[in-house]
């Protein structure tokens, strides 16, 4: 009679156990749940400086166009491609530029599922993906016109079809050209989204050559696979390297060299940013390190036949420990640590690129191994069930009461300030009284001009200044202009500087003060009007 599988195989890569009906009908279910949580409010909120870059470039006459400005931008093209699209079909406004990220995040909850239950059951699966769902960061990232929530994607897919490859190969197994096929293009079409996506892949090719060495078997065909990926990604690597280098451009930028303190402010940022939930999870974590290692030693052979050396082993005595470093967990701590690890310590010594939704690749692992942990714990299981919804009810807690995600604007809210000059100011004087309008904003001006000209105002920006350093433009703007009326705009992250805001108030007379206060940024919109001549 035939083993089950999950004996036969290796269970680092699989385990093999049943779905049943009801575990696909819970998913759907979840799944339904988290495009609720990631289509609503989708279009709420105006678009920050780095969505307005993404517009910038979805408006792109062609996909051929969008491709060849990428080469120039330090990013990879396929999100943007995707995004051109959208755009083309559905519009210029945020739903539309958001609604390939949204589509990502939704798409990621049901990978997540297939992930975790084939390293484990579909028990793990199901926590893994409710997490997922109602956690603050995958949903801001998929509310998100950037490419963070679909990198994560197609990682997860990569991933999902990635394990059931090397557990073939390392079962003595042929190389089926069809999986192998697919996995190359989900692993190419990651890097083709997010460098960090490469940082991914390149980590999973990593972890197969050192399990292929230690188990002595097969490395040649996992470098063959890992050809077909680079083979899949060639059209871009000129890119890549033109890209790789220009990252000295970096340098001067807002990135810093990150402390060893910023470590844990990541973790903690995986759980909703905040230290209670992260805390509670590394108590699972470590719970569910002993509970492993305490199964290892449980399972060791006790007899001395069982003690002696196997083909290709180290003994008995150590078998505890390759019943260890052989269950999933490894490959989840791998997937968890390493790439933050790597560009930690490469931000140390090169361009400093730790930067925390970079790194959402790694999200995923922190989830499944949450929810083995809580699987794992010595408890029945309609008790386990029962934790692990009250910890889901906290997440959503912290989601709508303490981070009040859907009640307060994320964002600075541009589109709002331009709606309401069009609103105040709906005609021009003449051309020698006309009012004017200062930006005192680091993003890219044109996303005012662009809210004012959806608001029906003929008001474009005249000046953009960002610091007190400005304040010479601004003085020699006014003299030349003697503008009836001003408009400053301080949005995203400018804040009215002491100098500035003492000059004009000693130029020109304050009539008004729109805010807009959010839980990131604070707007304000500032109107003066000329003194009179006395």
């Known amino acids: 009679m035939n083993q089950p599988l999950s004996q036969t195989a290796p269970r680092l890569f699989g385990s093999y156990q049943p779905v049943p009906r009801t575990a696909w009908i819970v998913l759907a279910v979840v799944t339904a749940a988290a495009a609720v949580l990631r289509f609503y409010h989708l279009g709420h909120e105006s678009f920050w400086l ?90 801001a990232y998929s509310q998100e016109a950037r490419n963070y929530a679909l990198v994560v994607m197609l990682t997860l897919a990569a991933t999902a079809c990635w394990l059931p490859l090397m557990e073939g190969l390392f079962a003595a197994k042929r190389l089926r050209p069809g999986p192998a096929i697919g996995y190359a293009l989900l692993a190419a079409a990651s890097c083709y989204t997010h460098y960090f996506g490469l940082l991914l892949i390149g980590c999973q090719c990593g972890f197969a050559c050192l399990y292929a060495c230690l188990k002595r078997a097969r490395l040649a065909t996992v470098l063959l696979l890992y050809g077909l990926v680079l083979l899949a990604y060639l059209p871009w690597l000129p890119s890549f390297l033109h890209h790789f280098g220009r990252s000295k451009d970096f340098e001067d930028s807002f990135l810093k060299r990150p402390k060893l303190e910023d470590l844990e402010k990541f973790y903690r940022f995986l759980f909703n940013d905040t230290r209670y939930l992260l805390a509670f999870a590394l108590l699972l974590y470590l719970a569910l390190l002993f509970i492993a290692l305490k199964s290892a030693r449980a399972a060791a052979p006790k007899s001395a036949d069982a003690a002696s050396p196997a083909p290709g082993g180290s003994g008995g005595n150590t078998s505890w420990l390759r019943r260890f470093l052989d269950a999933p967990g490894l490959l989840l701590a791998f997937w968890l640590a390493a790439p933050v690890a790597l560009m930690w310590v490469k931000s140390q010594f090169g361009v400093p690129l730790f930067v925390f939704r970079y790194l959402l690749i790694v999200m ?17 299981a309609a008790r386990q069930y029962l934790y692990a919804a009250a910890l889901g009810l ?141």
């Open 364 to 380: 995923p692992a922190a989830y499944i191994l949450l929810a083995r942990a809580l699987c794992r714990l010595p408890l029945p």
């Open 50 to 139: 780095d969505e307005f870059f993404t517009l910038d470039i979805a408006r792109e006459p062609s996909a051929a166009a969008v491709w060849s400005r990428m080469h120039e931008e330090l990013q990879p093209p396929l999100y943007f491609i995707l995004a051109h699209f959208s755009v083309a079909l559905c519009g210029a406004d945020e739903f539309a530029l958001r609604l390939p990220s949204a589509l990502g995040g939704i798409l990621t909850v049901p990978l997540v599922f297939l992930v975790a239950q084939r390293l484990y059951t579909h028990r793990e699966g199901l926590l893994a993906a409710g997490f997922t769902a109602i956690l603050l960061q995958p949903i």
């Open 394 to 534: 906290v997440m959503l807690w912290h989601l709508f009461c303490v981070r009040a995600y859907y009640g307060a604007a994320q964002k600075a809210q541009v589109r709002d300030a331009a709606a309401y000059i069009a609103a105040h100011e709906p005609r021009l004087d003449s051309a020698a009284r006309a009012p004017a309008l200062l930006a005192y904003m680091s993003a890219d001006t044109r996303m005012l001009d662009y809210y004012l000209e959806r608001a029906g105002s003929p008001l474009r920006v005249d000046l953009a200044a960002f610091t007190d350093d400005d304040l010479p433009a601004v003085r020699a703007f006014l003299e030349a202009r003697k503008p009836k009326r001003l408009w400053v705009l301080f949005a995203y992250p400018g804040r009215p500087g002491p100098r500035m805001m003492e000059f004009l108030r000693e130029r020109l007379r304050a009539t008004g003060c729109q805010t807009w206060s959010e839980a990131k940024v604070k707007t304000q919109l500032w109107r003066f009007e000329a003194r009179e001549k006395e």
